[in-house]
Protein backbone atom coordinates (compact mmCIF):
# COMPACT_ATOMS: atom_id res chain seq x y z
CA UNK A 1 0.00 0.00 0.00
CA UNK A 2 3.25 2.15 0.76
CA UNK A 3 4.43 2.18 -2.14
CA UNK A 4 1.07 2.33 -4.72
CA UNK A 5 0.51 5.70 -2.34
CA UNK A 6 4.44 6.64 -3.40
CA UNK A 7 4.01 5.66 -7.03
CA UNK A 8 0.60 7.52 -6.84
CA UNK A 9 2.00 10.83 -5.18
CA UNK A 10 5.22 10.61 -8.03
CA UNK A 11 2.63 10.06 -11.03
CA UNK A 12 0.96 13.24 -9.38
CA UNK A 13 4.15 15.28 -9.70
CA UNK A 14 5.04 14.17 -12.80
CA UNK A 15 1.50 15.56 -14.13
CA UNK A 16 2.15 18.57 -12.10
CA UNK A 17 5.35 19.30 -13.54
CA UNK A 18 4.32 18.67 -16.65
CA UNK A 19 1.33 20.97 -16.59
CA UNK A 20 3.87 23.38 -15.30
CA UNK A 21 6.16 22.88 -18.48
CA UNK A 22 2.97 23.69 -20.48
CA UNK A 23 2.16 26.76 -19.62
CA UNK A 24 5.53 28.12 -20.82
CA UNK A 25 5.01 29.93 -23.89
CA UNK A 26 6.40 29.32 -26.95
CA UNK A 27 7.01 32.02 -29.68
CA UNK A 28 7.51 32.31 -33.51
CA UNK A 29 8.16 35.16 -35.83
CA UNK A 30 5.28 36.20 -37.96
CA UNK A 31 6.14 39.85 -38.78
CA UNK A 32 8.52 43.05 -38.58
CA UNK A 33 8.11 46.44 -38.27
CA UNK A 34 10.89 48.02 -39.94
CA UNK A 35 13.30 51.13 -38.40
CA UNK A 36 14.22 52.68 -37.17
CA UNK A 37 12.95 51.86 -33.63
CA UNK A 38 14.60 52.20 -30.00
CA UNK A 39 11.26 51.95 -28.49
CA UNK A 40 7.94 50.29 -28.69
CA UNK A 41 4.41 50.76 -26.95
CA UNK A 42 1.05 49.52 -27.86
CA UNK A 43 -2.42 50.93 -27.39
CA UNK A 44 -5.26 48.69 -28.56
CA UNK A 45 -5.10 48.26 -31.91
CA UNK A 46 -2.37 50.61 -32.67
CA UNK A 47 1.67 50.83 -32.21
CA UNK A 48 3.63 53.57 -31.50
CA UNK A 49 7.53 53.56 -32.27
CA UNK A 50 10.02 55.64 -31.76
CA UNK A 51 12.98 56.03 -33.67
CA UNK A 52 15.26 58.54 -32.30
CA UNK A 53 13.76 62.18 -32.97
CA UNK A 54 10.60 60.49 -34.74
CA UNK A 55 7.40 59.21 -33.39
CA UNK A 56 5.25 56.45 -35.60
CA UNK A 57 1.77 55.61 -35.75
CA UNK A 58 1.19 52.02 -36.75
CA UNK A 59 -1.51 49.96 -37.30
CA UNK A 60 -1.95 46.54 -35.45
CA UNK A 61 -5.76 45.75 -36.17
CA UNK A 62 -4.03 42.12 -38.12
CA UNK A 63 -0.72 42.29 -35.55
CA UNK A 64 1.10 39.87 -38.10
CA UNK A 65 0.45 42.37 -41.06
CA UNK A 66 1.25 45.98 -39.61
CA UNK A 67 1.22 49.28 -41.29
CA UNK A 68 3.03 52.30 -40.68
CA UNK A 69 0.39 55.13 -41.08
CA UNK A 70 1.88 58.70 -40.05
CA UNK A 71 4.90 59.97 -38.17
CA UNK A 72 6.34 63.43 -36.38
CA UNK A 73 9.27 64.06 -35.79
CA UNK A 74 10.73 66.33 -33.23
CA UNK A 75 14.01 68.15 -33.10
CA UNK A 76 15.24 66.33 -30.14
CA UNK A 77 15.68 63.05 -28.90
CA UNK A 78 12.70 61.56 -27.72
CA UNK A 79 12.95 59.59 -24.55
CA UNK A 80 9.62 58.67 -23.50
CA UNK A 81 5.57 58.53 -24.36
CA UNK A 82 2.34 57.97 -22.85
CA UNK A 83 -0.91 57.51 -24.84
CA UNK A 84 -3.93 58.11 -23.49
CA UNK A 85 -6.75 58.15 -26.69
CA UNK A 86 -6.08 59.60 -29.17
CA UNK A 87 -2.75 61.91 -27.33
CA UNK A 88 0.45 60.96 -27.17
CA UNK A 89 2.51 62.74 -24.70
CA UNK A 90 6.33 62.72 -25.62
CA UNK A 91 9.45 64.08 -23.17
CA UNK A 92 11.48 65.00 -25.77
CA UNK A 93 15.03 65.63 -24.18
CA UNK A 94 15.64 69.25 -24.06
CA UNK A 95 12.69 70.09 -25.76
CA UNK A 96 10.85 69.55 -23.06
CA UNK A 97 6.73 68.01 -23.07
CA UNK A 98 5.48 67.71 -26.57
CA UNK A 99 1.33 66.73 -27.32
CA UNK A 100 0.89 65.03 -30.67
CA UNK A 101 -2.73 64.42 -31.82
CA UNK A 102 -3.11 61.29 -33.66
CA UNK A 103 -7.08 61.23 -34.12
CA UNK A 104 -5.84 61.12 -37.83
CA UNK A 105 -2.88 58.59 -37.36
CA UNK A 106 -1.89 59.51 -41.24
CA UNK A 107 -0.75 63.06 -40.02
CA UNK A 108 -0.10 62.95 -35.75
CA UNK A 109 -0.09 66.92 -35.37
CA UNK A 110 1.69 68.91 -32.86
CA UNK A 111 -1.04 69.99 -30.75
CA UNK A 112 1.13 72.06 -27.53
CA UNK A 113 4.70 71.82 -26.20
CA UNK A 114 6.67 72.88 -22.58
CA UNK A 115 10.00 73.84 -22.60
CA UNK A 116 11.62 72.51 -19.07
CA UNK A 117 14.76 72.65 -17.59
CA UNK A 118 16.47 69.96 -18.95
CA UNK A 119 16.34 66.80 -20.60
CA UNK A 120 12.66 65.53 -20.18
CA UNK A 121 13.09 61.45 -20.12
CA UNK A 122 9.31 60.67 -19.57
CA UNK A 123 5.93 61.77 -18.85
CA UNK A 124 2.92 59.70 -16.94
CA UNK A 125 -0.57 61.64 -16.92
CA UNK A 126 -3.62 61.77 -13.58
CA UNK A 127 -6.30 63.66 -15.28
CA UNK A 128 -5.19 67.01 -16.82
CA UNK A 129 -1.68 66.72 -15.43
CA UNK A 130 1.37 65.55 -16.44
CA UNK A 131 4.25 64.32 -14.36
CA UNK A 132 7.39 64.65 -16.20
CA UNK A 133 10.32 63.03 -15.20
CA UNK A 134 13.42 66.06 -15.85
CA UNK A 135 16.69 64.83 -15.55
CA UNK A 136 17.54 67.93 -14.00
CA UNK A 137 14.78 69.83 -12.06
CA UNK A 138 13.39 66.32 -10.94
CA UNK A 139 9.45 65.70 -11.08
CA UNK A 140 7.64 68.34 -13.43
CA UNK A 141 4.27 69.17 -13.17
CA UNK A 142 2.03 70.54 -16.16
CA UNK A 143 -1.37 71.44 -16.40
CA UNK A 144 -2.43 69.75 -19.74
CA UNK A 145 -6.43 70.99 -19.26
CA UNK A 146 -5.62 72.92 -22.36
CA UNK A 147 -3.36 71.08 -24.94
CA UNK A 148 -2.31 73.78 -27.15
CA UNK A 149 -1.04 75.66 -23.94
CA UNK A 150 0.77 73.22 -21.47
CA UNK A 151 1.66 75.22 -18.39
CA UNK A 152 4.35 74.06 -15.51
CA UNK A 153 2.82 74.71 -12.15
CA UNK A 154 5.90 73.54 -10.69
CA UNK A 155 8.17 70.65 -9.10
CA UNK A 156 9.71 68.36 -6.91
CA UNK A 157 13.52 68.12 -6.97
CA UNK A 158 14.87 64.47 -6.75
CA UNK A 159 17.91 63.65 -5.11
CA UNK A 160 19.12 61.63 -8.13
CA UNK A 161 18.46 62.19 -11.86
CA UNK A 162 14.85 61.25 -12.70
CA UNK A 163 14.61 58.97 -14.82
CA UNK A 164 11.32 57.72 -15.13
CA UNK A 165 7.57 58.21 -13.59
CA UNK A 166 4.44 56.04 -14.28
CA UNK A 167 1.03 56.58 -12.48
CA UNK A 168 -1.60 54.30 -10.89
CA UNK A 169 -5.10 56.01 -10.33
CA UNK A 170 -3.64 59.04 -7.83
CA UNK A 171 -0.24 57.56 -7.34
CA UNK A 172 2.92 58.77 -9.24
CA UNK A 173 5.74 56.61 -8.82
CA UNK A 174 9.06 58.11 -9.66
CA UNK A 175 12.61 56.84 -10.03
CA UNK A 176 16.34 58.80 -9.65
CA UNK A 177 19.53 57.29 -10.03
CA UNK A 178 21.76 56.37 -8.22
CA UNK A 179 19.11 54.75 -5.93
CA UNK A 180 15.80 56.18 -5.86
CA UNK A 181 12.39 55.59 -5.83
CA UNK A 182 9.60 57.54 -4.81
CA UNK A 183 5.33 57.77 -4.36
CA UNK A 184 3.63 60.53 -4.95
CA UNK A 185 -0.79 60.77 -3.90
CA UNK A 186 -1.69 63.68 -5.88
CA UNK A 187 -5.41 63.20 -4.89
CA UNK A 188 -3.86 65.37 -1.62
CA UNK A 189 -4.18 69.01 -1.97
CA UNK A 190 -1.36 71.46 -1.67
CA UNK A 191 2.43 71.51 -2.88
CA UNK A 192 3.38 68.31 -3.88
CA UNK A 193 4.91 66.39 -1.25
CA UNK A 194 5.91 62.17 -1.46
CA UNK A 195 4.31 59.70 0.79
CA UNK A 196 7.33 57.36 0.61
CA UNK A 197 10.74 57.67 -0.33
CA UNK A 198 12.92 55.24 -0.96
CA UNK A 199 16.91 54.70 -1.47
CA UNK A 200 17.22 50.96 -1.97
CA UNK A 201 17.06 50.29 -5.76
CA UNK A 202 20.50 49.84 -8.11
CA UNK A 203 20.65 52.32 -10.72
CA UNK A 204 17.45 52.45 -11.44
CA UNK A 205 16.26 53.23 -15.31
CA UNK A 206 12.78 52.25 -15.76
CA UNK A 207 9.68 51.57 -13.60
CA UNK A 208 6.63 49.44 -14.87
CA UNK A 209 4.00 48.82 -12.21
CA UNK A 210 0.53 47.09 -12.29
CA UNK A 211 -2.00 45.52 -9.48
CA UNK A 212 0.17 46.49 -6.37
CA UNK A 213 3.59 45.90 -8.16
CA UNK A 214 6.67 47.40 -9.39
CA UNK A 215 9.27 46.35 -11.42
CA UNK A 216 12.30 48.59 -11.66
CA UNK A 217 15.49 47.55 -14.29
CA UNK A 218 18.83 48.81 -12.94
CA UNK A 219 22.15 47.47 -13.19
CA UNK A 220 20.86 44.81 -15.83
CA UNK A 221 18.59 44.00 -13.26
CA UNK A 222 14.98 43.27 -12.10
CA UNK A 223 14.17 45.07 -8.91
CA UNK A 224 10.94 44.00 -7.42
CA UNK A 225 8.78 46.20 -4.87
CA UNK A 226 5.68 45.23 -3.65
CA UNK A 227 3.63 48.25 -3.62
CA UNK A 228 0.22 46.92 -1.90
CA UNK A 229 0.85 49.92 0.61
CA UNK A 230 1.70 53.07 -1.26
CA UNK A 231 3.39 54.84 1.63
CA UNK A 232 5.09 51.69 2.80
CA UNK A 233 6.88 50.44 -1.24
CA UNK A 234 8.30 47.01 -0.05
CA UNK A 235 11.61 45.96 -1.70
CA UNK A 236 11.74 42.38 -2.84
CA UNK A 237 13.79 40.15 -4.67
CA UNK A 238 16.26 40.94 -7.31
CA UNK A 239 16.21 38.56 -10.81
CA UNK A 240 19.06 38.08 -12.26
CA UNK A 241 18.21 37.23 -16.31
CA UNK A 242 20.24 34.89 -18.71
CA UNK A 243 22.20 37.82 -19.93
CA UNK A 244 22.75 39.73 -17.21
CA UNK A 245 22.37 42.76 -18.72
CA UNK A 246 18.62 43.32 -18.87
CA UNK A 247 17.28 46.55 -20.35
CA UNK A 248 14.28 47.05 -20.13
CA UNK A 249 10.62 45.50 -18.95
CA UNK A 250 7.03 45.54 -19.70
CA UNK A 251 4.20 43.84 -17.34
CA UNK A 252 1.19 42.12 -18.60
CA UNK A 253 -0.92 40.24 -15.98
CA UNK A 254 1.62 38.23 -13.89
CA UNK A 255 4.35 38.12 -16.35
CA UNK A 256 7.27 40.45 -16.83
CA UNK A 257 7.96 40.55 -20.33
CA UNK A 258 12.41 41.70 -20.78
CA UNK A 259 14.73 43.21 -23.20
CA UNK A 260 17.59 41.05 -22.06
CA UNK A 261 20.18 42.48 -24.82
CA UNK A 262 22.20 39.78 -26.46
CA UNK A 263 19.62 36.70 -25.30
CA UNK A 264 16.70 38.46 -26.62
CA UNK A 265 13.64 38.13 -24.80
CA UNK A 266 12.80 36.54 -21.84
CA UNK A 267 9.77 36.03 -19.78
CA UNK A 268 9.31 35.92 -15.94
CA UNK A 269 6.68 34.31 -14.09
CA UNK A 270 5.47 36.99 -11.35
CA UNK A 271 2.33 35.24 -10.13
CA UNK A 272 4.56 34.97 -6.56
CA UNK A 273 6.51 38.21 -6.63
CA UNK A 274 8.66 36.79 -3.81
CA UNK A 275 9.94 34.47 -5.87
CA UNK A 276 10.14 35.16 -9.09
CA UNK A 277 10.66 32.39 -11.66
CA UNK A 278 11.83 32.41 -15.45
CA UNK A 279 9.27 30.99 -17.95
CA UNK A 280 10.76 30.72 -20.87
CA UNK A 281 12.74 32.93 -23.65
CA UNK A 282 13.43 33.65 -27.37
CA UNK A 283 17.05 34.36 -28.45
CA UNK A 284 16.69 37.32 -31.19
CA UNK A 285 19.44 37.49 -34.21
CA UNK A 286 20.31 40.73 -32.62
CA UNK A 287 20.31 42.36 -29.11
CA UNK A 288 16.62 43.83 -27.65
CA UNK A 289 16.02 46.94 -26.72
CA UNK A 290 12.90 47.27 -25.63
CA UNK A 291 9.77 44.83 -25.56
CA UNK A 292 5.81 45.51 -25.66
CA UNK A 293 3.03 42.79 -24.88
CA UNK A 294 -0.60 41.64 -25.68
CA UNK A 295 -2.15 38.59 -24.89
CA UNK A 296 -1.49 37.02 -28.08
CA UNK A 297 1.58 38.82 -29.14
CA UNK A 298 4.96 40.53 -27.97
CA UNK A 299 6.40 43.43 -29.78
CA UNK A 300 10.59 43.27 -29.79
CA UNK A 301 12.94 46.40 -30.88
CA UNK A 302 16.03 44.62 -31.55
CA UNK A 303 19.47 45.80 -33.38
CA UNK A 304 22.89 46.51 -32.88
CA UNK A 305 22.78 50.40 -32.82
CA UNK A 306 20.91 52.44 -30.45
CA UNK A 307 18.91 53.67 -32.86
CA UNK A 308 18.49 51.43 -35.68
CA UNK A 309 17.00 48.74 -34.46
CA UNK A 310 13.86 46.90 -36.28
CA UNK A 311 10.30 45.84 -34.36
CA UNK A 312 10.08 41.75 -34.32
CA UNK A 313 6.68 40.67 -33.97
CA UNK A 314 6.31 37.11 -31.89
CA UNK A 315 3.95 35.68 -31.79
CA UNK A 316 2.71 33.70 -28.08
CA UNK A 317 1.24 30.42 -27.67
CA UNK A 318 0.06 29.48 -24.66
Known sequence: MNRLALLVGALAAVSASASVVAQRPAFTI??????????????????????????????????????????????????????????????????????VE?????????????????????????GT????????????IVDVTDLTKPVKRGSFFLEG????VVSAGSMVYAIDAPAGLYTFDVSKQ??????????????????EVSKGLAVLVG????????LSKPSAPVKGPTFRTPSGRAVRATLHGARAYVADARDGLQVVDLST?????????????EPARDVAATDS??????????????????????
Do not use: C
Open 30 to 99: VGKIPGPANLFEVDGARGYMVGGKTLTVVDLSNPEAPVKLGSYAFPEKIWGIRIVGSTVYVAADFYGLGI
Open 102 to 126: VSNPQSPALRGSVKLAGQAKNVALV
Open 129 to 140: TAFVADHMSGLD
Open 161 to 164: YARD
Open 190 to 207: GPIEPIASEQSARAPASI
Open 219 to 226: SGLLQIYD
Open 273 to 285: PSAPALLGGFKTP
Open 297 to 318: HVFLVVGAGEEEGDVLILKQTP
